[in-house]
């Protein structure tokens, strides 16, 4: 079986332990007779398993029993404009503009028409960094933010420091880090970065902020309505659940959030200080400071014709996804959990026999 070193951005890699335990069960989950897919979301068998994927969701991050944890559908894309709808009571909504993703929950609360503000922004260096965060109100309904931006590869090396609750777009980094939960009110994301197939979209939420919902929000979009159903309101996506809980196992199984870290900054070290060393051919695109651990886009200096070289060299090489997002064009190395570092010394030793080669 030929399996790529797959670094794409999302959908993405799976381990394969987790895959061949999803094809073990896939006819006959645990000897049931049924696929996990063939069975009602309300029958006591797809109960332990998204109680399970809840349970361990609060457990690795240390939510305590004053969040709800819902597994949702439409993407992290419809939270861009259920955020809003629910949580905003005419205050101050804050938001911090660090790329295309921000951009477009931005967008959707223009659209709603509600009291929001862009304080801080980097689209002036085309969002090669976190930008400075200015003194925040101390009475905002939320101060939105994008923990890791997925196609300019900049990430918050912590939180900002806000009076009022945040709001964290973690669809790139989830289950890649601890984080402080003290001040979350809604914490998201798509899991098909960092925790699975596509369809399913984690909501961690303060309980109380759900009873802010105006009357004119449609049921569906409530979370309440989920926190109530405990995410079953309509037929949620149980297969992606089912794969979630997998991941989240083994997660937790290989040392939780803290040792996946300290593997990602193994990995990420070893990537960058590649580029540092070959900065007269490759440049790294976000400021040192800034830099993920999850998304790392650069470029080569002597132009696009190499960089499309580059990717279908690379291709050759059993190593795919590297071409970078339209937005920013270029190269990027998506390097999540199921990347491990060979795989990224593998794609090192590629760079740099392609730099001496085209250099
Ligand atoms: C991929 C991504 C999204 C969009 O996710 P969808 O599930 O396609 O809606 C939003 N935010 C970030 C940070 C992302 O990386």
Redesign the pocket.
């Known amino acids: 079986m030929n399996r790529v070193i797959n670094f794409s951005a999302?959908p993405s890699t799976i381990p394969l332990d987790v895959l061949k335990t999803a094809q073990d069960e896939f006819l006959s989950y645990q000897n049931k007779g049924f696929s996990i897919m063939e069975v009602s979301h309300r029958s006591a068998v797809f109960d332990e398993v998204i109680n399970s994927a809840e349970k361990r969701v609060k457990e690795l991050y240390g939510f305590s029993d004053d969040y709800a944890v819902l597994f949702l559908q439409g993407?992290?894309?419809l939270q861009f404009a259920q955020i809003p709808m629910n949580l905003s009571t005419g205050k101050v909504c804050e938001y911090i503009n660090t790329g295309v993703?921000t951009k477009k929950a931005i967008k959707e609360a223009e659209i709603l028409g509600i009291n929001y503000k862009v304080v801080a922004s980097s689209e002036d260096t085309n969002f090669d960094r976190i930008p400075l965060i200015p003194e925040l109100s101390k009475d905002a309904d939320y101060t939105y933010i994008?923990s890791?931006n997925?196609i300019y590869g900049t990430q918050y090396k912590e939180f900002p420091k806000t009076k009022s609750l945040l709001v964290i777009?973690s669809?790139?980094d989830l289950f890649s880090r601890e984080i402080d939960t003290k001040n979350i009110g809604l914490f998201y994301g798509?899991i098909?970065?960092n925790g699975g197939p596509a369809g399913v979209?984690l909501v961690v939420i303060r309980k109380d902020l759900a009873d802010r919902v105006g009357k004119n929000v449609p049921n569906i979009l409530r979370y309440k309505t989920q926190i109530d159903a405990n995410s079953m309101s309509n037929t949620p996506n149980t297969f992606g659940i089912y794969m979630l809980n997998l991941m989240l196992k083994k997660l937790i199984k290989e040392g939780g959030l803290k040792a996946v870290n300290e593997k990602n900054e193994k990995k990420a070290a070893l990537l960058y200080s590649a580029i540092d060393e070959m900065s007269d051919f490759y440049k790294g695109h976000a400021k040192k400071d800034s830099r993920s651990l999850m998304n790392v886009s650069f470029n080569i200096i002597k132009g696009e014709e190499l960089e499309k070289k580059f990717v279908s060299k690379a291709l050759e090489n059993n190593m795919m996804g590297l071409k970078g997002h339209r937005h920013l064009g270029g190269i990027r190395a998506s390097i999540y959990n199921a990347i491990t570092y060979e795989n990224v010394e593998t794609l090192v030793s590629f760079m740099r026999d392609f730099a001496k080669k085209n250099g």
Do not use: F, L, P, R
């Open positions: 999302g993407g992290a894309s993703w994008c890791n997925t777009d669809s790139s798509g098909q970065k979209t």
